[in-house]
């Protein structure tokens, strides 16, 4: 997982959204695992949540491993972004 001092920077790439508030509690891990799986080397996606999701957080690392950077872009209690960045 990134560092949070670093997020304050511009990231090096341009993050495809994804709001996980409109979408069905039951339907967001699934969601959120097939958007991460259409995403090419060097893309990302940026996840908009209303709580810090830290049992999907392990559940990603544990399918992506080291090809998936976790960077928290804000996390505030009622408003988390994070950005979910493929790596090669």
Known sequence: MSDPATASTA???TPHAF????IARRFRHSAIFGALGALEPGEAMRFVN???PLPL???LRNRF???LDIVY???EPGAIVI????KA
Do not use: E, K, S, T
């Not at 950005?83 to 493929?86: A, E, H, M, N, Q």
């Open 11 to 13: 990231p090096a790439y």
């Open 19 to 22: 709001d996980a508030r409109g």
């Open 73 to 75: 872009r804000r996390r």
């Open 50 to 52: 209303d709580h810090d």
């Open 65 to 67: 491993g080291d090809h």
């Open 83 to 86: 950005d979910f960045v493929i």
């Open 57 to 59: 957080l392990d559940q």
